[in-house]
C-alpha cells in the first residue's frame, strides 16, 4: 500500500502545502491590516481577502479541467506563477500606497489558492494509484494536510523577520517572500511522479454537477466543508481586527494566527485515522462541536488568552471537518466525473468563501466582534443536523443490507 513512490510524492505534496500555508498565513496576518491602512474607508479592510476568495472561485473549476487535460503535475506548476505575480504585485501595492492594486495582487493570490486546494486531491489520486481499495486515501489526504505545521511555526515568525524588510513600507517584505516560497513551490510540484490519467479513466457516463451534488453524501460533504470554511474565515479574518480594538500588538496577533494554523494541521497526523475508525459523518460532527465551542469561548473575553485558545480550536473543528468533508466527496462521483465534481465542488465553496471574506471587515465594523461568532452558529446546527441524519441513513442501509 504505501509504497517508496507514494511515500515520495505524498511527501513533496506535504512540503507545498506547508509553502502555500506559510504564504497564506502571512497573507492573514497581515493583509486585514494593510487593508485598513490603503482602503478609503476602514469597511473595506477585508475586501482584499474577498478578492482573494473571489480569485479562489473564478478559476476552481478552470483550474480542475487545466489539470485533466495537461495533468496535475504542469497544470499545479503553472498555478505558482500566479503566486509569484500575486507576491510581487502586493509588495509594490504598498510601496506605492495603491489599494486598487493591492485587490489586484489579492485576485491573483486567489488563482494560486485555487490550484494550491488541489494538493489534497492530488493525494487522493496518488493513493488510489497504489491502493484501489480506497484505504489509504484519508490517510494520503491528512498527512498532505498536516504540511501545514511546518507553516504554523514559519509563517508568522517571517511575518515577524521580514515586515520592516522594506524601508518605509511596512510588510512589503512579507510580500517579496510570498513570491519566493511559490518560486519554490513551482520547483517542488514539478518533481512529481504523477502520471497523467489515460484515456479509460475518463469513458464511461458522466452525470450533470446537479445529479452528482444532490445526491446526500455529496450534500453532506459540501455543506460541511463550507460551513467549516465560513466559520473559520468570518472569525479568522475579523480577529486581527479586533485585537487591534482591544489594543493587542502585531507580535501577540501573530501569535494567535499561529495557534490557529497549528490547530488546522496539527491534528492531520491521526484526522486519516480516525476517519478510518468512526468514519466521516462522526468527525464532521465532532469538528461541528470544536467550532461551537471556539464560539463559546470568543463570547466570554477579549483577553489573549481568549483570542488564542479560541482560534486553536477553530483549527482543529475546521481540520476534522474539512477532512471528513474532502474524503466524503471523494466517494461521490466516479472516476470520469472527477474534474466536474472537484471543480464544481470548489467553486461553490469559495463562492461562499469570497462573499464572507468580503463582508467581514464590514460586518465587524457595523455589527461588531460578539455579532459575528453568533452568526455562524445557526450553520454549525445545520452541520450537526444534516451529518446525525445522514449518518443514521447509512447505519439503516447498512443494516438492511
Known sequence: MWT???????????????????????????????????????????????????????????????????????GLAFGCLFGIAAGLCAATAVMIESFTLFLVASALYGFFSAFCQFYRFTASDAADRFDTTGRAR???????????IVAAILGPETAKLTKDLVDGSLFAGCYFSIAALAMISAACVLSLDLPRMGEAQFDGPVRSAWEIFRQPMAITALFSAIAAYLTMNLIMTATPLAMQVEGHLFESTAFVIQW????????????????????????????????????????????LFH????????????????????TLLTRSYAPAEKAKAQGVNDL???????????????LHDALGWQVMNIMVVPLLLGSLLLVIRQSGAAARNAAVS
Open 260 to 303: 490557529h494554523v497549528l490547530g488546522m494541521f496539527a491534528p492531520s497526523f491521526f484526522t486519516g485515522a480516525l476517519i478510518a475508525r468512526f468514519g466521516e459523518y462522526r468527525m464532521i460532527g465532532a469538528g461541528a462541536i470544536l467550532l461551537l465551542g471556539a464560539v463559546v469561548i470568543n463570547l466570554s473575553g477579549v483577553q
Open 348 to 362: 461553490l465553496l469559495f463562492s461562499a468563501v469570497a462573499m464572507s471574506a468580503s463582508a467581514s471587515g464590514a
Open 138 to 148: 484519508p490517510r494520503a489526504i491528512s498527512l498532505v494536510l498536516a504540511g501545514g
Open 4 to 74: 517508496p513512490p507514494l511515500i515520495r510524492n505524498i511527501s513533496i505534496l506535504a512540503v507545498c502545502q506547508a509553502l502555500f500555508f506559510m504564504a497564506n498565513t502571512m497573507l492573514i496576518s497581515t493583509s486585514p491590516l494593510v487593508g485598513l491602512k490603503l482602503a478609503p474607508m476602514h469597511a473595506l479592510a477585508t475586501l482584499p481577502l474577498g478578492f482573494q476568495f473571489l480569485g479562489s472561485m473564478v478559476t476552481a473549476l478552470p483550474a480542475s479541467y487545466l489539470m485533466r487535460a495537461i495533468g496535475r503535475r504542469l
Open 307 to 326: 483570542f488564542a485558545t479560541a482560534l486553536g480550536l477553530l483549527g482543529i473543528g475546521w481540520n476534522f471537518m474539512f477532512i471528513g468533508g474532502t
